[in-house]
């Protein structure tokens, strides 16, 4: 079994973490906050007190923060991973940057001789602790193959997009599409509610058609606003300003308008909540 760490133990590294501990995969953990390691070290990892000790322990690393200031400090500090890897290790940064973060950073590493992938992830909270995440690849396509025994073990699929950054281009795009949706679904339901129509059977017809999965998520949110976020307003509305500013002058009315949305949802105290409350505000 590979040596893994696992940088950052938010939702998705949490879950991620379990699933490698859970496939037999020797595994380093570090989090800012330690204590938020004390459960995987119960069950058999081993606590880091920096992410260069982490990374020196490891032939895979993986990164999972919540943003670039977050990321860039934990590769790039003297305590980062960038200090203290091991020659010959692959590094991936799976949480959602902006391009030109990953761009540079993709150039940090191969400046030093390592393999690089960027590998956003899909399928939130429950796919990271059921091993069953959609890792969405940019780098070396040949390389993956000898990743294969790590990355099966959490997740389901790997989608390979082209060279390092073209992972995260994607997702940004990915995460700009739902949010448009999430947004236009609600506006739906508050039109068809104003025309005097039964919500329940609205939502069920939506489902059925234009349908899709993140028709049937919108509704079910509709219905049942989720108890704990899946993916918060915070994060929605950090990674559609990435997109926005990848977008390079092409137009994105919509996504713009999401962001907006995202974005008084957040000034309102909402940050914490899931993503989908902008389809429940009027």
Same mark, same amino acid.
């Given at each position: 079994?590979?040596?893994?760490?696992?940088?950052?133990?938010?939702?998705?590294?949490?879950?991620?973490?379990?699933?490698?501990?859970?496939?037999?995969?020797?595994?380093?953990?570090?989090?800012?906050?330690?204590?938020?390691?004390?459960?995987?070290?119960?069950?058999?990892?081993?606590?880091?007190?920096?992410?260069?000790?982490?990374?020196?322990?490891?032939?895979?690393?993986?990164?999972?923060?919540?943003?670039?200031?977050?990321?860039?400090?934990?590769?790039?500090?003297?305590?980062?991973?960038?200090?203290?890897?091991?020659?010959?290790?692959?590094?991936?940064?799976?949480?959602?940057?902006?391009?030109?973060?990953?761009?540079?950073?993709?150039?940090?590493?191969?400046?030093?001789?390592?393999?690089?992938?960027?590998?956003?992830?899909? !399928?939130?909270?429950?796919?990271?602790? +059921?091993?069953?995440?959609?890792?969405?690849?940019?780098?070396?396509?040949? !390389?993956?193959?000898?990743?294969?025994?790590?990355?099966?073990?959490?997740?389901?699929?790997?989608?390979?997009?082209?060279?390092?950054?073209?992972? +995260?281009?994607?997702?940004?795009?990915?995460?700009?599409?739902?949010?448009?949706?999430?947004?236009?679904?609600?506006?739906?339901?508050?039109?068809?509610?104003?025309?005097?129509l039964d919500p329940e059977q609205v939502g069920a017809a939506l489902v059925d058609r234009p349908g899709g999965a993140v028709t049937e998520m919108a509704w079910q949110c509709y219905r049942t606003p989720p108890q704990s976020p899946n993916f918060s307003v915070a994060w929605a509305h950090k990674d559609l300003t990435y997109a926005s500013a990848m977008a390079d002058g092409a137009p994105?009315?919509? +996504?713009?308008?999401?962001?907006?949305?995202?974005?008084?949802?957040?000034?309102?105290?909402?940050?914490?909540?899931?993503?989908?409350?902008?389809?429940?505000?009027?």
């Amino acid at each position: 079994m590979a040596k893994v760490a696992v940088v950052g133990l938010g939702i998705i590294g949490r879950g991620m973490a379990q699933s490698l501990l859970r496939a037999g995969h020797e595994l380093v953990v570090w989090n800012r906050t330690a204590s938020r390691a004390d459960d995987l070290v119960r069950e058999g990892a081993v606590a880091a007190a920096t992410p260069a000790q982490a990374a020196a322990a490891a032939d895979v690393v993986f990164e999972v923060t919540a943003d670039d200031a977050s990321s860039r400090h934990v590769w790039t500090a003297e305590d980062g991973i960038l200090a203290g890897a091991r020659t010959g290790a692959t590094l991936i940064t799976s949480a959602t940057l902006s391009a030109e973060w990953v761009e540079e950073l993709a150039g940090l590493c191969a400046s030093r001789g390592f393999p690089f992938y960027d590998m956003p992830v899909t !399928g939130g909270s429950p796919a990271a602790y +059921t091993g069953e995440l959609v890792l969405l690849a940019g780098g070396d396509a040949a !390389g993956l193959e000898q990743l294969a025994p790590v990355l099966d073990a959490v997740s389901r699929l790997v989608r390979h997009f082209g060279p390092a950054g073209a992972g +995260t281009r994607f997702k940004l795009v990915l995460n700009s599409l739902q949010a448009v949706h999430l947004a236009g679904f609600g506006e739906a339901m508050r039109m068809a509610t104003a025309a005097g129509l039964d919500p329940e059977q609205v939502g069920a017809a939506l489902v059925d058609r234009p349908g899709g999965a993140v028709t049937e998520m919108a509704w079910q949110c509709y219905r049942t606003p989720p108890q704990s976020p899946n993916f918060s307003v915070a994060w929605a509305h950090k990674d559609l300003t990435y997109a926005s500013a990848m977008a390079d002058g092409a137009p994105h009315p919509l +996504t713009d308008a999401a962001r907006e949305a995202l974005g008084e949802a957040e000034k309102q105290g909402l940050g914490e909540d899931d993503w989908s409350v902008i389809n429940r505000r009027s």
